[in-house]
């Protein structure tokens, strides 16, 4: 289950930065629209992308989320990916998060495939 204060963060237009180990071990950080439901921490990307194929080879994640209006008021989460989601759900997702961010559909286009990542915590720091 997700603290009240994480799902509170990602219901608004706050970004997150989603962590994940590179090949060599080393960390990389990309910042990323944010979502949830009751349990996990909601990601979309596309299938060819560098965090996706990481994040399939090690499922270990830190995702933090910070108020766009008061950056003092932030929470992590560390996790692990729980599932995926392609197809039109995660098609419609992203379509979801772009009226949340920017007003309007998403326009920019689709390389691959969109999924869904949803993240299970198992650490959540508020």
Do not use: C
Not at 117 to 125: F, V
């Amino acid at each position: 289950m997700l603290d009240e204060g994480v799902r509170r963060l990602t219901k608004g237009p706050n970004f997150a930065a989603l962590a994940f180990l590179t090949p060599d071990g080393s960390p990389a950080n990309h910042l990323m629209w944010v979502d949830s439901d009751d349990e996990h921490i909601i990601l979309n990307t596309e299938t060819h992308r560098f965090k996706y194929r990481r994040i399939q080879r090690d499922q270990r994640v830190a995702v933090a989320i910070w108020n766009a209006e008061n950056p003092y008021d932030y929470v992590e989460v560390r996790g692990i990916l729980a599932d995926t989601i392609t197809g039109d759900e995660a098609r419609a997702h992203i379509d979801s998060l772009s009226e949340k961010y920017t007003g309007g559909p998403y326009g920019n286009p689709i390389q691959s495939e969109r999924v869904i990542l949803k993240i299970r915590p198992i650490r959540q720091i508020s």
